[in-house]
């Protein structure tokens, strides 16, 4: 159990600073105008990680010795692993500056709720 726990950990860093470089990257599209298509197939890689994070973190949940404890951290991976979806499909049809900026808060917005994520597990 300790390797996942390790592997769990170093993903949500991982994702940290994908969410980091995608909120950068959100505002430099807001500055141009425009969203490329590359921007959004990365936003959908970050999702699937999001999606193998918690995907590693339901074992650890069953294993762990307090499970009402982690309640928190359950809220918080079930609102990643639905916010990019969700802002995607509205951001969807958008001009290109509101559009960036909608991915740039959401992404940002992801990255606190990572961070607090990380507080509330069992390594925090």
Known sequence: MPHLTLLHTRLQLTISLALVALVIWG?????RGT???????????????????????????????????LAMHIVYGGVALALLPGAITYGRGRAGRGQALIYAAVCLFLLGVAMRARLTGVGG
């Open 27 to 31: 505002l430099i599209c807001a500055l």
């Open 35 to 69: 969203v490329d298509r590359s921007y959004i197939a990365i936003l959908w890689v970050v999702e699937l990680l999001i999606i193998a994070e918690a995907l590693l973190g339901i074992p650890l949940l069953l294993g762990a010795a307090q499970p009402v404890r």
